[in-house]
């Protein structure tokens, strides 16, 4: 009965905040025709969003975080003979969904899933980048002309999670998450050299949050 009373009074308490942070991401791309020889490349991205938490109990709670996420791609493929690098962007409208277990009363450990819808694709194609060095690659990468990449994408996935957070007594909190790419995106399309292109990433997030009155 004591218990009882106990998880009551936490049900109660409501958290509201901010976070922002970097997403390290890393594809896994399979072309359609199989000498493409694709290779993947890590892609940097960006990410905020506004956590709203609930506690069950001084131990569980659950957490839906609407935000907005800059996610992407990039590889290197052939075609006739010729070397490609494409850079894929993805402005997303994201919304992770996750419970979170503290096994201390700054540290909790959490699981979910993102479900993530592509508002706008983007990308930009360099050719012959055989030779080129990182920042002669880049250099090449910011001329390019951007196209529009929203006919060879699909918009709506979902990426499980599991996920690290550290939370001072002054409500600052670091969060690090790993989401594996499930979801194929790669939509079907004549011009689309890829029949499936999956997104792991990995989330570092510095926040802030506060409880309601």
Known sequence: MRFFFFSKSFAQ??????IAGFLVQNSNAKAVNASSDIKEKVKMGVFVSAP??????EKITVQAEPGFALLGAKYE????????????????????????YYVHKNININAGASFVYIVSANSKLVDGVDGRTPFG???????????DYNDYVKR???????????VSDRGFYFSLRYSLGLSNI?????????????N?????????????K
């Open 13 to 18: 308490e409501t958290y509201l905040g901010g």
């Open 52 to 57: 709203i938490e609930r506690k069950f109990n």
């Open 77 to 100: 493929f052939t075609d006739s003979e010729t070397r490609y690098l494409r850079r894929l962007e993805f402005e997303s409208a994201n919304l992770p969904v996750l419970f979170k």
């Open 137 to 147: 690659e880049a250099a090449y990468t910011f001329l390019a002309n951007e196209t």
């Open 156 to 166: 709506f996935s979902i990426n499980p999670f599991v996920g690290l957070e550290i």
């Open 186 to 198: 790669a939509e079907t399309h004549p011009d689309n050299e890829l029949s499936s292109l999956k």
């Open 200 to 212: 792991s990433y990995l989330n570092l997030g510095f926040g802030y949050k506060f409880k309601l």
